[in-house]
């Protein structure tokens, strides 16, 4: 398996088989070593690079040094040569501080951090360390990423717009706010903004859903935390938000619902906008499998989680939606392994859109460009 390591000496098989110019290899070279020295420098123990990706890591690195996500996005497309007049990458939230999603589950428990809730890093972990922060019991490495527990003494900024909830108080959805951390980790305090964190390596983590334990109950909503472990609402960037206003279709990616789709839709008013704006198309690309975070779901079970989620997340309160507010024609896989109803979604004025069968029952290019064309012509 290739390391990031043959990556900072430029024989990784990315660069020696994809004929990248020296100019643009030195380019990301020189952040892939930044990022590399900064966590050298500040990590408690030792870092593992496995399974890291070349793309993020590099995105990582620019961003640490320009202190600029955005700006970090804009160098990755120069570097890549990515058509910057057809394609706009923008961050939904313009911040270079640690944000940290939580779930709240149907049975009132309540499960914080992506990879806690998506693919925790294996059964061993166990409960071995909480702490009390506004009255809500804390496992530590439920509220602080590993990021900020390898790196306690980079600098963090606020989250940009971000409100807690008012009155600063404890989230009251679970008398016990708790998470696994592994047996062998310490409570450290690395800065008087971060009071709790974990001394621990990085994550090792596995996306085999019969590897990992099934969630107690199905997710209710999923919404953000500050380092405090109190609820904020942090303020989408406003390049996002007019992008929103001016689309004339919207295509929801496939991938893990509740940790990359809804993320997003659980910021005020990008729910709003999204049920209620101008926008003429929407198009759902349905997961072809469930994983741990949708067991047993159907089609209609991921579209009311995204009503559900935009109906909360209005900017001036919650308003009732339905899946037709947010969703207009599903797109579907004839060979995967999500359930389809598609008399189902006519009742519910979704139109159903068959794609497929593809080699690997996922989706590809060319299943989706002809899914879009076809619902373009409509």
Request: hydrophobic share 40%; aromatic share 6%; proline share 8%.
């Amino acid at each position: 398996m290739q390391s990031p390591f043959q990556a900072v000496k430029l024989t990784h098989l990315l660069f020696v088989s994809q004929g990248i110019p020296g100019d643009r290899k030195e380019t990301i070279r020189s952040f892939l070593v930044y990022l590399q020295n900064a966590i050298l420098k500040k990590a408690q123990r030792g870092f593992n690079f496995k399974k890291a990706s070349i793309g993020n890591l590099f995105l990582s690195g620019a961003s640490l040094f320009l202190g600029s996500v955005p700006s970090a996005i804009f160098l990755f497309v120069s570097v890549t040569g990515i058509s910057q007049d057809s394609i706009r990458v923008i961050p939904v939230i313009n911040t270079s501080s640690t944000v940290t999603i939580a779930a709240e589950l149907e049975d009132g428990s309540i499960i914080a951090g992506q990879s806690e809730i998506s693919h925790p890093s294996g059964p061993d972990n166990a409960l071995s360390t909480r702490e009390t922060v506004g009255g809500a019991g804390l496992r530590a490495e439920a509220v602080f990423p590993l990021t900020r527990a390898t790196t306690p003494s980079f600098p963090e900024p606020p989250v940009l717009g971000a409100e807690e909830d008012e009155d600063h108080a404890p989230l009251p959805l679970s008398p016990e706010f708790t998470l696994s951390v592994s047996p062998d980790a310490d409570i450290v305090s690395p800065s008087p903004l971060s009071p709790i964190a974990t001394r621990s390596r990085n994550l090792e983590f596995t996306k085999d859903a019969s590897a990992i334990p099934p969630l107690p109950s199905r997710i209710l909503r999923i919404f953000y935390l500050s380092t405090h472990g109190l609820e904020i609402h942090p303020r989408p960037n406003s390049t996002f938000l007019q992008s929103l206003r001016e689309a004339s279709i919207l295509v929801y990616a496939p991938g893990s619902l509740y940790t990359s789709v809804i993320p997003c839709l659980a910021l005020k008013p990008v729910g709003e906008l999204v049920a209620r704006g101008t926008i003429a198309k929407k198009v759902f690309l349905l997961n072809a499998m469930d994983d741990r975070e949708t067991p047993e779901y159907d089609a209609v079970d991921y579209l009311w989680a995204l009503a559900d989620t935009c109906g909360r997340n209005f900017a001036d309160g919650g308003r009732p939606c339905e899946p037709k507010d947010v969703v207009t024609h599903l797109v579907y896989l004839r060979n995967g392994k999500v359930k389809v109803d598609e008399g189902e979604l006519r009742t519910l004025d979704i139109e159903p859109v068959a794609v497929g069968p593809t080699q690997d029952g996922l989706f590809d290019d060319g299943v989706v460009k002809d899914a879009l064309a076809r619902i373009l012509e409509a």
